[in-house]
């Protein structure tokens, strides 16, 4: 893992590297791979995300993104990330350390996904592994939680190989595909063993 950025830091974030992987800031020149594989994956990714607006996938959605992503960093709210196949450099698909709460907070959300001609391949897990501790060392987090739908077995079994424990169950917590669904709520601190 190599990141080299400490929070409020004006250069842009530079690559993480995990095992086979590289998480990378979003650019705009990421538009055609990220709409490719968001095209075909839309029947596995929907049931599990918010709703894709119609225009979702064009230019200048993924233009307004990109806006919306340089605020974020630079404003210190949320860190997304572009995961990259690192034998090719394919874009196999995303994650987020998004919410970022500061002050006695400290606690960023985990979002991620993977697009369906990559899935079970082991890129999320060593995504995640890499990124835990930039969260904790680089952004200075004390707390990385995740939150997924009870029936979403793939993301608890990440979640937990990946050392995050089970803290509740929050009732309508997002909405999900258009409904508001419960969740199971994952933690994992800083002071938590490396798993
Ligand atoms: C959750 C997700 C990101 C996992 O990505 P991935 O790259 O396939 O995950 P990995 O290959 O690293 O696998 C992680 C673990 O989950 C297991 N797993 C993955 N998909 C699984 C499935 N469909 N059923 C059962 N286990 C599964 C893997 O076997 C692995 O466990 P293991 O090491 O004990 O074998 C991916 O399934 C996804 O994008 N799902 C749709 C979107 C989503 O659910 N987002 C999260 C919302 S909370």
Redesign the pocket.
């Known amino acids: 893992m190599a990141l080299f950025r400490t929070i409020n830091s004006p250069e842009p974030l530079p690559p993480i590297v995990g095992d086979g992987v590289v998480l990378r800031t979003p650019q705009m020149s990421d538009h055609a791979a990220w709409a490719a594989v968001r095209e075909a994956s839309r029947a ?2 929907t049931p ?2 918010p709703i894709w607006p119609a225009d979702d996938l064009t230019r200048g959605a993924f233009r307004l993104r990109m806006r919306r992503y340089a605020e974020d960093l630079r404003t210190d709210q949320a860190y997304p990330f572009f995961l990259f196949r690192q034998e090719d450099n394919a874009l196999v ?1 995303g994650l987020a350390l998004a919410n970022v709460r500061r002050g006695v907070a400290q606690a960023g959300s985990l ?5 369906a001609p ?9 995504a995640v592994r890499a990124l835990v501790p930039a969260a904790f060392d680089l952004l200075r987090l004390h707390r990385v939680e ?4 009870p029936t ?4 608890i ?2 979640l937990e ?1 990946s050392g995050f424990r089970r803290e509740g169950y929050a009732r309508s917590y997002l909405c999900i595909n258009g409904l508001w669904q419960d969740h199971l709520l994952y933690a994992r601190l800083r002071t938590d063993p490396n798993s």
Do not use: D, P, T
């Open positions: 596995f990714l599990w995300e698909g979002g991620y996904w993977v697009g990559y899935v079970r391949m082991g890129y999320m897990s060593a995740a939150a997924c739908i979403n077995i793939a993301s079994r990440l190989k």
